[in-house]
């Protein structure tokens, strides 16, 4: 059973950047497809934001966030990161890290595995 925990949110302003970190409990965690997710107040469902495959290939992202955010693992594997840029009011959410065994990167979250509590993050001037 893979433990995932968040961390790295908080209040910033429109315009400012942030990293999230996610921290997996067990390893390898380089064999788990991975992947940020947004739960968005007054919204129904978690909406895919990046995820990346533990085959390799490029990361998958949600057309609001391209050219804005990036998924990273580390080398050792058990960590993945969200590096935030330009973010806006539109960007406040709950933010949750993911993980799949599967190659691909899903964009429904019914087909992932085990997920983490979320951090906050909040945009607000």
């Known amino acids: 059973q893979v433990q995932l925990v968040e961390s790295g949110g908080g209040l910033v302003q429109p315009g400012d950047s942030l990293r999230l970190s996610c921290a997996a409990s067990?390893?390898?965690?380089?064999?788990?497809?991975v992947g940020w997710f947004r739960q968005a107040p007054g919204k129904p469902r978690r909406e895919f934001i990046a995820?990346?495959?533990?085959?390799?290939?490029?990361?998958v992202y949600e057309t609001s966030v391209k050219g804005r955010f990036t998924i990273s693992r580390d080398s050792a594997g058990n960590m993945v990161y969200l590096q935030m840029t330009g973010l806006s009011a539109e960007d406040t959410a709950v933010y949750l890290c993911?993980?799949?065994?599967?190659?691909?990167?899903?964009?429904?979250?019914?087909?992932?595995?085990?997920w983490g509590r979320g951090t906050q993050v909040t945009v607000s001037s």
């Open positions: 993911a993980a799949r065994r599967g190659t691909y990167v899903e964009t429904s979250g019914g087909e992932w595995d085990y």
């Open positions: 067990e390893g390898p965690f380089w064999r788990y497809t």
């Open positions: 995820g990346s495959s533990w085959s390799g290939g490029s990361p």
